[in-house]
């Protein structure tokens, strides 16, 4: 079965504490993201990845980072910098190329930082 | 630069039709997507319309008017599984990103 999957679907941390939050793929997909969502919010833009090794910042990377050494993985890192880190976090993945691709997104991690 | 409007909230009864409109400004436009969200999930992708006019999908319809830079999702015989948060959304011509506004939640009741 194709898909995206991130994992863990819930996660603790301390505050203070860098924590990564896995984004994994096999659709054959070139482009990957990473969106945050706050309690009645629409999705806001972290990261993007249009190939692999290249990726590029969203609307809001302050306090985040990725990489993409391999095709398949996007993992982001919410580092002690983020200064409000509790969120749903999705990752998604699209055939790239041009936006008017589908994307389709993995079924999510939420973070809450103690 | 690119602005997305929909209505934060609506309600609608089992069985019945409901639109939801999505109003938007952009410098270059590329087509316009709608997701639906399910509370706690990952949203899934519903329709892509780039010519105006209207597109049904099963209970599904989507509508498209680019020189007003308008669109709806029209929902027909309304089943309480379809309650959920509708997305509507731009893709950018520069490169893969896709902005998304903050959606409408839709309650459904019996």
């Known amino acids: 079965d194709g898909g995206i999957t991130q994992s863990p679907k819930y996660l603790f941390r301390k505050e203070g504490q860098n924590v990564t939050l896995s984004c994994e793929q096999n659709l054959n997909h070139d482009a990957m993201y990473w969106y945050r969502q706050d309690p009645g919010q629409g999705l806001r833009l972290i990261y993007y990845s249009q190939i692999v090794n290249d990726f590029q910042k969203g609307d809001i990377a302050e306090g985040y980072s990725v990489s993409r050494e391999k095709k398949e993985s996007f993992p982001l890192t919410v580092t002690s910098a983020q200064k409000n880190p509790t969120a749903f976090y999705l990752c998604?993945?699209?055939?790239?190329?041009?936006?008017?691709?589908?994307?389709?997104f993995g079924p999510g991690t939420r973070l809450t930082v103690l | 630069g690119q602005n997305i409007d929909q209505p934060t909230e609506m309600t609608a009864t089992e069985g019945a039709i409901v639109q939801i409109n999505c109003t938007y400004q952009t410098s270059g436009f590329n087509g316009l997507f709608w997701y639906q969200q399910h509370a706690g999930e990952a949203p899934t992708f519903l329709s892509y319309?780039?010519?105006?006019g209207l597109e049904e999908k099963g209970r599904f319809s989507s509508f498209l008017s680019r020189s007003k830079g308008y669109s709806y999702l029209l929902l027909k015989e309304l089943q309480m599984k379809d309650s959920a948060s509708y997305l509507c959304a731009l893709p950018m011509n520069r490169d893969d990103k896709i902005i998304f506004g903050k959606g409408t939640r839709l309650h459904i009741l019996p």
């Open positions: 998604a993945s699209s055939i790239g190329g041009t936006s008017y691709n589908e994307q389709f």
């Open positions: 319309n780039v010519l105006d």
